[in-house]
């Protein structure tokens, strides 16, 4: 990788996930995506997600806002009839207390989500805004490792077999850095057939040649539970793959953010490398909040430069929204 990344899986992840924003899909032509990283479910976490969506769709998502909807929401959203009901005449029985429904439902209306009003006898009626639109096409999990050999893959395989037969992926993919050597088919051999390999070479940072496909993936079979999979999109929605400044102490004086190439990153001057999540916290003994002047002298970004980058960052990840949101397909 390149220089002050180190054997960092962290900086290798966060490579990934900004080459398959510029480049994905790999083997089948341009398709409009929104990438995040570390979700999953209890039992399992991905390094990478890859949700391919329909550009109109998501653009009829955008409608309902940046943030994710969670379950409560979208049981609102997604079941809001098109005139004023009763909250209870309009909703199936949940199975729990009316009263967290109706909650929701004042949280929806909060968000500007569905309109409500009061009924007869005061009860709460409400109705949708626009329909909660079918935007996610298929859900790629990629697990990344920079260092992959012959006990790693090994390690990996009860790992990507869940994966495999978990009914939530539509494809499942290992990446992995490039060594300028063939990777040995003896390497895959303990890996499910159904996973494809990803090779990069981010000695340069990230452009769109940087991965190439060394074993394609098998489509796989989702039937996992529906509602798992829309909640996992929602999250991967309302987070993408920069959150890692809300995890990480960019109001620390020794934190940059680099460009490699097409990608920005985190880096710290104290170390001289890309820090882990684990390793940027104000328990680091480098750590040093940004001096008060920073913030008040003239600073080009208000706040200073630890805002400055969230909010780059949160610029960033619009923009690839509504650039996902306007590709045409073919």
């Known amino acids: 990788m390149f220089r002050g990344a180190g054997d960092s899986e962290f900086a290798f992840e966060l490579l990934v996930s900004r080459w398959a924003e510029l480049a994905w899909h790999p083997a089948e032509g341009d398709r409009a995506a929104v990438v995040a990283r570390q979700l999953g479910t209890r039992e399992r976490r991905w390094d990478t997600v890859v949700l391919e969506v329909d550009p109109d769709a998501l653009a009829t998502r955008r409608a309902f806002g940046d943030r994710k909807l969670d379950s409560d929401l979208l049981r609102i959203v997604r079941s809001a009839p098109a005139d004023y009901e009763w909250y209870r005449d309009a909703l199936d029985d949940p199975g729990f207390p009316w009263r ?45 490792k920079p260092d992959l050999d012959a006990s790693a893959a090994a390690a990996l395989a009860d790992q990507l077999r869940h994966d495999v037969n978990s009914g939530l992926a539509d494809q499942v993919w290992v990446a992995t850095g490039a060594t300028g050597d063939r990777i040995s088919p003896a390497l895959l051999e303990d890996m499910p057939v159904e996973v494809g390999v990803l090779e990069f070479d981010f000695a340069d940072g990230v452009h769109v040649d940087a991965g190439e496909v060394v074993w394609h993936p098998t489509a796989l079979d989702v039937d996992g539970d529906p509602r ?103």
């Open 228 to 330: 798992t999979r829309l909640l996992l999109a929602e999250r991967a929605y309302g987070t993408g793959w920069r959150s890692f400044t809300e995890t990480m102490r960019p109001d620390c004086r020794h934190f940059e953010l680099r460009r490699e190439g097409r990608a920005l990153v985190p880096h710290c001057a104290a170390k001289d490398r890309v820090p882990t999540a684990a390793e940027c916290k104000g328990s680091c003994h480098e750590f040093s909040p940004e001096p008060p002047q920073w913030r008040t002298n003239d600073w080009p970004i208000e706040g200073g430069p630890g805002k400055g980058a969230r909010a780059l960052l949160k610029r960033r990840r619009e923009r690839e929204r509504e650039q996902a949101a306007a590709e045409c397909r073919e």
């Open 100 to 144: 967290y429904v109706r909650e929701a439902v004042h949280r929806a209306a909060g968000r500007d989500l569905v309109e409500k009003r009061r009924g007869r006898n005061g009860r709460i009626e409400f109705r949708r805004k626009r329909e909660y639109p079918d935007w996610v096409e298929r859900v790629v999990a990629i697990e990344n």
